[in-house]
């Protein structure tokens, strides 16, 4: 049995903070944090909507576009950093607010290589015949653990949610392999003390030899080259790190989603929020090798090569 996506769905804040509102707040510019990182604007949620808001917006929506209903659901997984508050966790919330009665709950901790570690844990219950359908959900409110004084980190992280089913796929088609990894001694690199802290230099050094590493070890393990690879979703950090991840793999550029310019870092939610834009684009058609590269703090990192379609 092949497990692959059926539904998507991503739900983003309405409030736009552009890189000019940034500038009235902090020593930066503009053309600073556009040369560095890519980035435009992010969305920012309001006090009064927490992780569980945004994870429900978007669960709804790719439940829909999948056709089911929430309890046919077996599983929920959300993968997050900022949960609502330790426990419950998110998806135990979300199982409720869903209605989906007969589904486990769990939450995921893996950073901004989260949603890569919550699809490959789907894949194995639905591959083993042990559920049929599974919901994951990358969401994060990373504004309410950034420091706004810190301009290193303030300028490049947003909320939002993306989430996609699972379930069971004609041969061929789904996840073709994986690849799921950690380095704790880098952890000291990128983490939560009361604030996001980041030793940019040495993230990016990190970020850059593993999106490129892990693409094409997942295209070897699929048994496929370079040159079969339609689509490229890379967790949208960085312009300068996903275009590393792009080159390595000889892509052109039309060929690798950017929403960082819009969106930001939305950490366990940038990958899903990417594929629901490419899909509705119409970039991504029924047959195509996509792959889909994350990394974070942990230091985690996670990538998979799947063909696309039901």
């Not at 997050?80 to 995921?108: H, I, N, R, W, Y």
């Not at 706004?148 to 996840?175: C, E, I, Q, Y």
């Not at 799921?180 to 990190?206: A, C, P």
């Amino acid at each position: 049995m092949n497990a692959g996506i059926t539904g998507v769905g991503r739900y983003l804040p309405e409030n736009v903070v552009t890189n000019l509102d940034l500038e009235k707040k902090m020593d930066t510019s503009d053309e600073w944090i556009r040369s560095r990182t890519g980035i435009e604007e992010r969305r920012i949620a309001n006090d009064d909507m927490d992780t569980s808001h945004l994870a429900y917006r978007a669960a709804a929506e790719a439940i829909k576009n999948a056709g089911i209903s929430a309890e046919e659901l077996d599983l929920i997984l959300v993968a997050t950093v900022t949960p609502d508050q330790p426990f419950p966790t998110v998806s135990c919330m979300l199982q409720e607010q869903l209605g989906a009665k007969k589904a486990a709950a769990m939450d995921l901790s893996a950073a901004c290589a989260g949603f890569m570690y919550g699809m490959v844990t789907a894949k194995q219950f639905i591959e083993a015949g042990t559920y049929k359908y599974v919901l994951i959900v990358g969401v994060e409110k990373l504004s309410k653990i950034t420091d706004w004084n810190d301009r290193n980190t303030a300028v490049l992280f947003g909320d939002g949610a993306g989430a996609v089913v699972m379930g069971p796929v004609s041969d061929g088609k789904g996840v073709l392999s994986f690849e799921l990894g950690s380095d704790g001694t880098g952890g000291k690199y990128l983490y939560q003390d009361d604030y996001i802290v980041m030793n940019g230099r040495e993230v990016f050094k990190f970020a850059v030899r593993q999106m490129g590493e892990s693409s094409i070890n997942v295209l070897e393990k699929a048994g496929l080259s370079k040159e079969d690879v339609d689509f490229l979703i890379p967790h949208q950090a960085n312009i300068r790190i996903m275009e590393s991840a792009r080159q390595r793999l000889e892509l052109p550029i039309e060929k690798m989603s950017k929403t960082v310019h819009k969106y930001g870092n939305t950490s366990a939610a940038s990958i899903p929020i990417s594929l629901f834009e490419e899909l509705e684009a119409g970039k991504i058609k029924d047959g195509d090798v996509v792959v889909m590269v994350g990394f974070g703090g942990g230091l985690t990192w996670g990538a998979i090569a799947m063909r696309w379609g039901k």
